[in-house]
């Protein structure tokens, strides 16, 4: 199962909750634990999109060990696996767990309708990193649960046999490689997980990494994204020419991203766009195929500023608590304690929130490498979620991705120059109309 999309900017599909949004409201009590484990008490449900990790047992060793500094809590896991889409329609009522993963699609300015607070920015921040992802006037509503690096997970040796030994350092370099990965090889160059969405999605995750500016986001509330040079025009570029000159999958209606692991693990594909957090996963099936884990890599976006690669750490998945929970001190202690305590950043490969952790095994290269890691400015998230549900576009979610290799591949009219023009055309109607 993946990670968990969708780091980053909120989906313009928030608008599918506007009835939800509109008459939800739940109680505005924080979610505080008690200081005393023993006097916290109560049955919890927590959501998740980790179903591989419900149904081997993971998470039932997380919640035994919880439960020897919460005697008196019991946790129950639902795995559920199109966690988006389920989890979005169930908070059209108060049913959506005591603890939970923010979908992407609920808007920033929305979080205080659906989640307790957390305590305020200033406070929490002196703990963790990542706090501005989850604040709304100065309260925060979420805590993010790990921050993976951005970047290609490959197969090193596949790349080696065809004679890639370097990262590419542009986009037609990195085009070049998986030419030669084609040619020399005979292997699938890039996977775009085309059929399950979600992967397509993340490309977005590389906002900020073609021009190193942490302020690439904030500047679409005024700029065209996709005008020549800035960073998501070089991103759906790249993808869209992968495409067109054949170096993907060759039919992306039948793609498959659990038999994509082992495709990768195994020499079958080239190369995925993904976050760190996939790094173990490929591993993991690298070992069970009988490769070594090190066959497995992870690349930075084939872009330099100023002569060096960089990075967005894009954080995943914020933990909440559910506004209308009865067991909200509960809740809030196994937010604490999974954060604090559990260790799951370092099995996702992730950067942890908690500041005092060290960087994880997956990026520890990248910084060797001198490749800077940087965080966007989401201060302004806010306005970036109103203009992008205004223009329809959804620049987190995988629909307008999947035409862009719709006309790559010739299944639908059109060009990049046509496709690149209609997405600056409705981005900048949405600003006009948001205001």
Not at 12 to 36: E, F, I, N, Q
Not at 219 to 238: C, F, H
Not at 366 to 383: H, K, P, S
Request: hydrophobic content about 40%; overall charge neutral; aromatic content about 8%.
């Amino acid at each position: 199962m993946r990670r968990g999309v969708l780091t980053g900017l909120a989906l313009a599909t928030a608008a599918v909750l506007a009835s939800a949004c509109g008459g939800s409201g739940g109680s505005a009590a924080p979610a505080t634990a008690s200081g005393d484990p023993a006097k916290v008490s109560g049955n919890i449900t927590v959501l998740t999109n980790r179903t591989d990790l419900v149904n081997d047992g993971t998470m039932k060793k997380y919640a035994d060990d919880f439960a020897k500094a919460y005697p008196n809590v019991r946790v129950t896991f639902e795995g559920i696996t199109d966690y988006e889409g389920e989890v979005k329609i169930r908070m059209n009522s108060e049913n959506y767990g005591d603890v939970l993963l923010i979908p992407n699609a609920i808007a920033k300015g929305d979080y205080p309708k659906f989640f307790a607070p957390l305590g305020s920015a200033a406070e929490l921040s002196k703990k963790y990193k990542f706090t501005q992802a989850g604040t709304v006037n100065d309260q925060v509503y979420g805590i993010v649960s790990f921050t993976p690096a951005q970047g290609f997970v490959y197969n090193k040796e596949l790349w080696d046999s065809a004679g890639v030994t370097e990262w590419p350092k542009t986009p037609e370099e990195f085009l070049s490689a998986l030419k030669a990965v084609k040619d020399k090889t005979g292997a699938t160059p890039l996977y775009t997980n085309y059929k399950d969405g979600w992967p397509l999605s993340t490309w977005t995750n590389a906002l900020g990494s073609v021009t190193c500016d942490v302020k690439a986001e904030k500047a679409m509330i005024t700029e065209d994204p996709w005008a020549p040079g800035k960073d998501l025009n070089v991103i759906d570029s790249l993808l869209f020419d992968a495409v067109n000159r054949k170096l993907t999958e060759k039919d992306p209606t039948t793609t498959n991203w659990e038999e994509s692991k082992n495709a990768i693990a195994t020499g079958k594909i080239g190369a995925m766009w993904l976050g760190s957090w996939a790094v173990p996963q490929m591993q993991a099936a690298a070992t069970k195929a009988g490769k070594s884990p090190e066959t497995i890599g992870f690349m930075p976006f084939p872009a330099q500023a100023n002569g060096k690669f960089c990075t967005v750490l894009a954080p995943d998945y914020q933990y909440a608590v559910n506004t209308h929970s009865q067991n909200k001190a509960a809740a809030r202690a196994w937010v604490d304690w999974f954060v604090d305590k559990s260790g799951f950043s370092a099995l996702n490969q992730g950067v942890s929130s908690l500041k005092s952790d060290p960087l994880p095994s997956a990026i520890k290269p990248l910084g060797e490498a001198g490749v800077q890691l940087i965080e966007m400015e989401t201060d302004q998230r806010v306005q970036v979620d109103a203009i992008d549900k205004e223009s329809e576009v959804g620049i987190k979610a995988p629909e307008y991705r999947q035409r862009l290799i719709d006309v790559a591949r010739g299944a639908a009219k059109g060009d990049l120059n046509s496709v690149l023009a209609e997405l600056s055309g409705k981005w900048k109607a949405g600003q006009e109309s948001a205001g």
